[in-house]
């Protein structure tokens, strides 16, 4: 079993960046790849970012590309996601994920979810 527990949303104005953290335990962290979802009001969710196990194998969905980073520091059981040039469109609960693979992260299948974070962004 592994608990995911996010951290680091907020308030921001449009054109300002936030750092989303998100901490595993209970199984050795390294072992699954991640991903970052959100869910804006009235929509269904969708990814944002995907790493593998080790970090060699990235994907960001076309709306966040050029914007934001994912990235994990396996020593710490955290993997992050760096938000710049956030914008309005950007508002939405955000989840980790971690599962297996990278696909089965992207498909809907992930193994385990975090409790999400709210990120707004004002225009």
């Known amino acids: 079993q592994v608990q995911l527990v996010e951290s680091g949303g907020g308030l921001v104005q449009a054109g300002g960046s936030l750092r989303l953290s998100c901490e595993a335990s209970g199984r050795t962290f390294s072992n699954y790849a991640m991903g970052w979802f959100r869910q804006a009001p009235g929509k269904e969710r969708e990814i944002v970012a995907t790493s593998s196990w080790g970090g060699g194998s990235i994907y960001y969905a076309d709306s966040v590309k050029g914007r934001f980073t994912i990235s994990r520091d396996n020593a710490k059981n955290t993997v992050y996601l760096q938000m710049n040039s956030l914008k309005p469109e950007d508002t939405a609960v955000y989840y980790c994920?971690?599962?297996?693979?990278?696909?089965?992260?992207?498909?809907?299948?992930?193994?385990?979810w975090g409790q999400g974070t709210q990120v707004t962004v004002s225009s």
């Open positions: 994920a971690a599962g297996l693979h990278t696909r089965m992260i992207e498909v809907g299948t992930s193994l385990y």
